[in-house]
């Protein structure tokens, strides 16, 4: 009911209280308290005794009907759950994903304001406060299990698409998962997958933006290496809009890569790398491999030269600064 009230309010510029009662065939009292509602959420409404309810400001919160306003996708964020605080969005998604009684559609979005144990990967915490974007996609593609370590990329490079959008910023991408400006992260993907021996259960890609974070609220042992948009801009982001670019981009790219379209996602990749071409380390966990990052293969797997000149593929490790 709040959600059609907003949408008269949005049309005109005063609708009184009796008009709205009518057209949506409650009480006024009904009215008011639906008013009362959407204060609560954070949406300016003045109130005039003659003219009636004049909409004045919308909240910069990442609320599910700002989103799906002018939303042109088909099927990604048309479910959107929304939190003011959660421990993960990863975390509600894969529960959500599990719990079969509950009809999640592929594309279904959990989005929180605030995180209180954020998760990277290998159980790494991520820093989500208040200001970001913190979300995460359920996904049920037909695919082999095998092919999923594609998707991380697939990702990153629509979040450096709509970013480019948004902002003209141009970031970049360290492989696999990592997207950076000016050397520092920016933005963090976090891909989880439940399957069988041939077949996914479902996939959750959660992605982190540092948007409208002030640089001395980042905790002191990660400052050095990490930014904000809004640091790079020097103004706040519009969020919601960047949520939108990026679910319309993404969902271009997760078509193309359901039909195994992976190549030409590649080729973009390449073009906003940052890795490619630099000597680097990696952490494979039991071991520390240095090299010459010289291409990416059609799996998502990175092409390390070592110093003896032999090639290696590696499927999944962390860059060493
Ligand atoms: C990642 O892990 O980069 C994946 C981050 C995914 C976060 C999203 S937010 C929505 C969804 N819900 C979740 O719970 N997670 C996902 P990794 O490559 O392991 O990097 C983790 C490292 O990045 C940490 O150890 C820190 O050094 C650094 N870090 C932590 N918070 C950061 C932040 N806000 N910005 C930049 N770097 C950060």
């Not at 421990?87 to 279904?108: C, D, F, P, V, W």
Request: proline letters at 3%.
């Amino acid at each position: 009911m709040a959600k059609d009230i907003l949408k008269f309010l949005r049309e005109k510029e005063y609708i009184s209280g009796e008009v709205l009662a009518q057209k949506l065939g409650i009480s006024r009292v009904a009215v008011w308290k639906q008013i009362q509602k959407l204060k609560d959420m954070g949406y300016k409404i003045a109130s005039d005794q003659n003219l009636g309810y004049c909409l004045v400001s919308r909240p910069d919160l990442l609320l599910p009907q700002e989103i799906q306003r002018g939303l042109s996708t088909n099927y990604i964020g048309k479910e959107i759950y929304y939190f003011p605080e959660l421990k993960s969005t990863n975390i509600m998604a894969k529960e959500k994903a599990l719990n079969r009684a509950e009809r999640i559609y592929e594309g279904t979005l959990i989005i929180a304001e605030r995180q209180s144990a954020g998760k990277g990967r290998l159980g790494r915490e991520w820093f989500s406060p208040a200001g970001g974007i913190w979300l995460s996609i359920i996904l049920y593609p037909q695919l082999s299990p095998s092919y999923i370590s594609r998707i991380t990329l697939m990702t990153a490079v629509a979040v450096v698409k709509s970013i480019k959008i948004c902002t003209q910023i141009e970031p970049q991408i360290k492989w696999p998962n990592d997207i950076l400006i000016s050397e520092k992260k920016v933005c963090g993907i976090l891909t989880e997958m439940s399957a069988e021996l041939d077949m996914i259960n479902w996939v959750v890609v959660g992605i982190g933006i540092n948007a409208n974070i002030e640089h001395q609220d980042f905790p002191e042992d990660i400052q050095e290496n990490t930014i904000s948009l809004k640091e790079v801009s020097g103004k706040e982001v519009l969020r919601v809009m960047l949520i939108q670019t990026f679910l319309q981009e993404f969902e271009k790219y997760y078509d193309k890569f359901k039909r195994k379209e992976f190549l030409s996602i590649l080729e973009e990749w390449k073009l906003n790398s940052h890795t490619l071409g630099k000597k680097i380390r990696v952490d494979m966990g039991e071991k520390i491999i240095t090299g010459e990052a010289v291409n990416i293969n059609e799996e998502g797997a990175l092409i390390l030269k070592k110093e003896d000149g032999k090639l290696i593929n590696i499927i999944s490790g962390t860059i060493c600064k």
